[in-house]
């Protein structure tokens, strides 16, 4: 079946450190692949997403390549600020799961100044 | 455009008291969905809707009713609230050519006591 493995948390970091969150993933056929971001207090937002295998999905510094012969989608950012501080989620579709997500258990990122 | 709104924000119940939470998305799409949000347990799926006048279940179905009369809402039931069903609870919907992306409401704080 489908299922989605996020590296657990909490990270920690100081402010301009590098940034990665691992993700791998088990899907048959092409799924597409999304990073979704929680800050404290709210609802998900979509970060990036990729919908085909080497795609590189890309927003607000966050990066993310599409691996198909290694099954992962790792979240990586050059300079984290403190305000990157949230719980960060990978999920998957697949054409096959009738029109669901499946979803990391998330990690939290904490930045300090 | 207001996306998906959730109301109410917050609420709090006693044990085997019953509500219903609201979502309605202005987005026009054909599927929403509602998850319950628990620490360290990710999003779980409660039950589904992909159109107007279907539902379905998802992981953790039970002690929940959902419809979904109109296009635009899609209502989430407590016939008899238990502890147990103390979370945060987000809607979410999507539509067909995106990926199956899904777009969050803010959430609701449901506390049974």
């Known amino acids: 079946g489908n299922s989605v493995t996020q590296m657990e948390g909490p990270v920690t970091l100081s402010e301009e450190a590098f940034l990665t969150i691992n993700c791998t993933y088990t899907a048959t056929g092409y799924p597409s692949l999304f990073w979704y971001v929680q800050y404290p207090g709210e609802g998900l937002q979509l970060l990036l997403k990729?919908?085909?295998a080497d795609d590189k999905g890309s927003n607000k510094g966050f990066e993310a390549t599409y691996r198909k012969e290694t099954t992962s989608f790792h979240l990586e950012k050059g300079s984290v600020q403190v305000s990157d501080s949230a719980v960060y989620f990978c999920?998957?579709?697949?054409?096959?799961?009738?029109?669901?997500?499946?979803w990391g258990l998330g990690t939290s990122l904490a930045v300090n100044p | 455009n207001a996306g998906v709104t959730q109301t109410p924000k917050f609420r709090v119940l006693k044990t085997g008291q019953s509500m219903t939470l609201l979502c309605a998305q202005d987005m026009n799409h054909e599927y929403m969905y509602w998850y319950r949000q628990d620490p360290g347990m990710g999003l779980r799926l409660i039950h589904y809707s992909v159109g107007e006048g279907t539902t379905a279940k998802g992981e953790v179905p039970d002690g929940y009713n959902v419809s979904r009369l109109k296009k635009q809402n899609f209502l989430l039931g407590l016939e008899s609230a238990a502890p147990s069903q103390t979370s945060v609870y987000f809607c979410?919907?999507?539509?067909?050519?995106?990926?199956?992306?899904?777009?969050f409401g803010p959430g609701t704080r449901l506390t049974v006591l």
């Open positions: 999920a998957l579709s697949n054409a096959g799961n009738n029109r669901k997500l499946i």
């Open positions: 990729a919908t085909k």
């Open positions: 979410a919907s999507s539509y067909p050519g995106s990926g199956y992306e899904q777009f």
